[in-house]
């Protein structure tokens, strides 16, 4: 099982940028797959989830009206589109699943297989 994501780089605020994680492996039709950031000194936190039909989407806070989080099966590939961006959201964007079929949860622990993540920096 292996999740790459692409799609990071450098952007000034108010920019956007397109996230993609492309998953093989096995097919994640009907799984769970999310998004997470990490900042450097912070823990890793939820940004948004998507389930296996798209029906159920979450969101953190700090990126509801600005992100949207949306998933091809056919191409087992979620993808992350960021608007607005702001200094505050540079981090390592991680994508990662979670098989268990069991809501659509925002807790890390939660999610069985992770990407090596993504580097996104907005500049001020």
């Known amino acids: 099982v292996q999740l790459v994501e692409s799609g990071g780089g450098l952007v000034q605020a108010g920019g956007s940028l397109r996230l993609s994680c492309a998953a093989s492996?096995?097919?994640?039709?009907?799984?769970?797959m999310g998004w997470f950031r990490q900042a450097p000194g912070k823990e890793r936190e939820f940004v948004a989830a998507?389930?296996?039909?798209?029906?159920?989407?979450r969101y953190a806070d700090s990126v509801k009206g600005r992100f949207a989080i949306s998933r091809d099966n056919a191409k087992n590939t979620v993808y992350l589109q960021m608007n607005s961006l702001k200094p505050e959201d540079t981090a390592i964007y991680y994508c990662?699943?979670?098989?268990?079929?069991?809501?659509?949860?925002?807790?890390?622990?939660?999610?069985?297989?992770w990407g090596q993540g993504t580097q996104v920096t907005v500049s001020s």
């Open positions: 492996g096995r097919s994640f039709s009907t799984d769970v």
């Open positions: 998507i389930s296996w039909s798209g029906s159920r989407i």
């Open positions: 990662a699943v979670d098989p268990s079929r069991v809501g659509v949860p925002v807790e890390p622990i939660a999610y069985d297989y």
